[in-house]
């Protein structure tokens, strides 16, 4: 791999260990315009590498006691369901669409990422106070809860865009993690992990057989943002949360604005 790819393949797993999100936005960029793979097949093969960094992140975050199984399995079953149907979808639209959505994708996530953050400490009585709202804690306590419902919902909805633009969808997740359960971020983080991996294989399932796929390629790439994973969890606690999101914010509007002008409105 050219030296580039290599430093892209870092990034991307240091973004999903830092925010537990973003590494499919990166990834399929980098495998595109760096590595030379048509648009389908880039999308295809980032679900897949994003399905197994994730996975190897979500273990490490499990084992610090950092992944509410409960929530991840009803967000990651329905979350599954829609990607794999997204996945089916993303074969029969059009490159520009998915491109065009795609873009429309890292702008939304670079305008959360700059966004003020509203969400408060719980505050007495075990209620976050979300700036617009508040969400009980512990309100999942059961798969019977109201918000089960809510998360269900937001999963098949995030699933479907994960499969049709090869997005894990992780910094929709997080935020609807912490509003929809209460769990707390460092939780949410570790959470959103181990759905996004679930849905990304689901992901690069649906598009198997479909589109060619450079294993090698994608299982070089792969390696390095698994190193890259480490990193980013290493250094989680390390550095502004802020300034982090705020850069990687502004990366995500260059790059977006130069794929609309590259393969949107130049193709």
Not at 186 to 198: H, Q, W
Request: proline share 3%; charged share 5%; net charge positive.
């Amino acid at each position: 791999m050219a030296l580039s790819a290599i430093f892209a393949g870092l990034a991307t797993g240091m973004v999903l260990g830092l925010f537990g999100s973003g590494g499919s936005i990166i990834a399929l960029p980098a495998l595109m315009y760096l590595l030379h793979v048509e648009p389908k097949s880039a999308i295809a093969m980032s679900l897949g590498v994003v399905a197994v960094t994730a996975t190897v992140s979500a273990m490490d975050n499990w084992r610090r006691g950092l992944v509410d199984t409960r929530v991840a399995l009803v967000f990651g079953l329905f979350g599954v369901a829609g990607t794999f149907a997204g996945a089916r979808l993303g074969l029969l639209t059009p490159v520009v669409i998915q491109l065009g959505l795609f873009a429309l994708v890292m702008y939304a996530a670079a305008w959360r990422m700059l966004k003020p953050a509203r969400l408060a400490a719980p505050a007495a009585g075990g209620v976050l106070n979300t700036g617009g709202g508040t969400a009980a804690i512990g309100g999942c306590q059961n798969f019977f809860s109201p918000c089960m419902g809510q998360i269900a919902l937001h999963g098949i909805s995030v699933g479907i865009l994960t499969g049709l633009v090869g997005v894990g969808g992780g910094f929709l997740i997080v935020p609807a993690l912490v509003l929809l359960s209460g769990i707390p971020m460092r939780t949410a983080v570790g959470t959103s992990l181990a759905i996004v991996a679930a849905k990304s294989f689901a992901g690069f399932a649906g598009y198997m057989g479909g589109v060619p796929i450079n294993y090698a390629l994608m299982g070089s790439f792969t390696v390095v943002t698994v190193i890259g994973s480490f990193a980013g969890a290493h250094f989680a606690t390390r550095i502004s949360q802020n300034t982090l999101k705020k850069a990687f914010a502004w990366f995500l509007v260059v790059v977006a604005t130069y794929i609309l002008f590259k393969s949107v409105i130049g193709g």
